[in-house]
């Protein structure tokens, strides 16, 4: 079975604030293993990043003068993700700002805005710990899981790949 383990950045919180992806990362997950296949992108969002984004993820404008717009970006990450489940941390905040940017492009994208279709691990492991904090990094320390020495947290691949290698190291199914 494929999954493919998705993770964004984006200017500020709310896609309704007009509010815009800057980085988008995926790993596939094949039969329990991490393939290798991956696909990263940081995407030019036509507005400025606000100094508290800038804060959290580390990408600037200036990062992102020279990048792709979403719509040079989305017909790669399609064709990345198929027709496969994707899994995602807090699946609704990504799913929207993916909903949001294929509804500029007049594109339906079920493999990245359902929450039906896809996978949310965020209430699976708040369910498991009840009361604990359950953010990606908190869950990594719980199961011991490090990035590699040249990953760094809010690198989207690096929260990628650290999402999939947490799905397999608390044995979650589909």
């Known amino acids: 079975m494929r999954l493919v383990f998705v993770d964004t950045e984006t ?16 790993v596939e997950l094949l039969d ?4 290798g296949r991956e696909f990263h992108a940081r995407i030019n969002p ?6 508290e984004a800038v804060a959290i993820h580390g990408v600037d404008d200036t990062m992102l003068r020279d990048q792709p717009l979403f719509a040079e970006v989305a017909p790669h990450l399609l064709r990345f993700v198929g027709i496969d489940q ?14 949001a940017e294929f509804g500029r492009l007049g594109v339906a994208a079920p493999t990245l805005t359902s929450a039906a279709r896809n996978i ?7 369910q498991r710990h009840l009361g604990a904090r359950c953010s990606l990094a ?37």
Request: aromatic residues 8%.
């Open 46 to 51: 036509q507005r400025s990043v606000p100094p």
């Open 138 to 174: 908190a869950l990594c320390d719980r199961y011991q899981l490090e990035p590699g020495a040249d990953e760094g947290w809010h690198g989207e691949l690096t929260d990628a790949r650290m999402l999939a290698r947490l799905w397999v190291a608390a044995g979650l199914q589909p």
């Open 86 to 99: 994707t899994v995602m941390h807090n699946l609704p905040f990504d799913a929207a700002f993916f909903a």
């Open 32 to 35: 329990g293993r991490l393939t």
């Open 120 to 126: 949310d691990t965020l209430p699976r492991f708040r």
């Open 11 to 26: 200017t500020g919180l709310d896609p309704r604030q007009g509010h815009r992806l800057i980085e988008v990362a995926g």
